[in-house]
């Protein structure tokens, strides 16, 4: 059973709507992750957040845009976005480095949020 | 910039059969390896990593890897292996810049177990 859990499972969504995404876990981890993943293909690194600041934006357009309100949650909120943005986003979480050291854990994953826009 | 590849798209084995899932690595310094399966639908699993230490990691689920540092090589293995290994197995690795943060995955190999 996975310590980070994802909603919604599933999510159908137009192109003009706003919905957002939640990732919880509760393992006192302070490092969260965004992954995209496409089917047959690996998961694409999107946002790290470390200590609750944004450390890693990949390149990600705005239409995503993630927040994260304290150490145990992640959102990702979803606005305008193409049919092409269907996928499945995956949460991960690891426990970070101390301020300033190297983080060599591994990551913990949630099962993911299906999505699909039309 | 780190990276993992994985050389095969796809490994079929018989059930029974010992079984190897291939990964090399591009690093500059010492590598933080890990292997993950994911089941179609899923998640990914966490199996097992290499950080330091014995080169021969044991894992989840009877799942070991052997790292070769001459080689450059992080290959997967199972002694036996079942029907329900069948999946997807990613190679990664953690980028030593931005303090490790930034966790690369290779592009997967489907490992398909026949009965």
């Known amino acids: 059973d996975t310590e980070v859990t994802q909603t919604p499972k599933h999510l159908v969504m137009g192109m003009t709507n706003k919905k957002s995404l939640k990732c919880e876990q509760h393992m006192g981890h302070r490092a969260m992750y965004w992954y995209k993943q496409k089917a047959k293909k690996p998961p694409e690194l999107m946002f790290v957040?470390?200590?609750?600041?944004?450390?890693i934006n990949e390149s990600v357009p705005s239409r995503f845009s993630p927040e994260c309100p304290n150490s145990s949650l992640l959102n990702l909120h979803l606005h305008a976005l193409q049919p092409e943005d269907s996928a499945l986003y995956l949460c991960?979480?690891?426990?970070?480095?101390?301020?300033?050291?190297?983080?060599?854990?591994?990551?913990?994953f949630g099962e993911g949020s299906r999505l699909t826009v039309l | 910039a780190q990276s993992v590849a994985q050389p095969e798209d796809q490994v079929n084995v018989a059930e029974g059969n010992p079984l190897t899932v291939k990964c090399t690595y591009s690093v500059s310094g010492n590598p933080y390896l890990f292997w993950y399966v994911q089941y179609p639908n899923r998640g990914l699993q966490f199996l097992l990593k290499?950080?330091?230490?014995?080169?021969l990691v044991k894992g989840s689920y009877g799942f070991e890897a052997e790292f070769n540092k001459s080689q450059t090589s992080f290959h997967l293995k199972k002694p036996s292996a079942l029907v329900s290994d069948s999946a997807l197995y990613f190679c990664a690795v953690r980028d030593k810049d931005n303090y490790g943060q930034n966790f690369v995955f290779g592009p997967g190999t489907r490992l398909s177990v026949l009965p």
């Open positions: 957040y470390s200590y609750e600041k944004l450390s």
């Open positions: 991960a979480s690891s426990q970070a480095g101390s301020s300033g050291s190297l983080d060599t854990g591994e990551l913990f």
């Open positions: 290499y950080i330091t230490g014995d080169n």
